[in-house]
Structure formats: C-alpha cells, structure tokens
C-alpha cells in the first residue's frame, strides 16, 4: 500500500461524529505534514495541520483541495 497525498498537500479533512458518522460541518484545509506508518488495522494514516489544530487521521478522511 502506498500513500496517496504528497507531504505539503492541501487536503480536506471530513470530521467524523460518534460512532464513526460524519459530521454536517464544513470540510477544514490541512496541509499533510507527516506520513504515518500503516497501522495493524491496514489503514493508511497522515498527520495534518491546520493554523491551531493537528491531528493524525486516515486517508479516507481526506480530499484534494481545489
């Protein structure tokens, strides 16, 4: 498996509410600062970061930002 987005991408991160539902806000513009290993589970996951806010998410979190 390899990863999709390049490091310094702009993406789109789609929340997710409990329970895995997404949630009804506007998708954010990251920027992809890091590629995380696979994890056990076989997902591919990023860390990205906003102006305040950085989290790691998994890829089928993600857009491309147009």
Do not use: F, W
Request: aromatic content about 6%.
């Amino acid at each position: 498996m390899s990863h999709v987005y390049e490091l310094n991408a702009a993406v789109l991160h789609r929340g997710q509410g409990p329970q895995g539902r997404v949630q009804i806000e506007e998708p954010k513009v990251y920027t992809i600062v890091q590629r995380m290993p696979v994890e056990a589970d076989g997902r591919l996951r990023y860390r990205i970061k906003s102006d305040k806010v950085e989290r790691v998410v998994t890829e089928d979190e993600l857009s491309y930002c147009q």
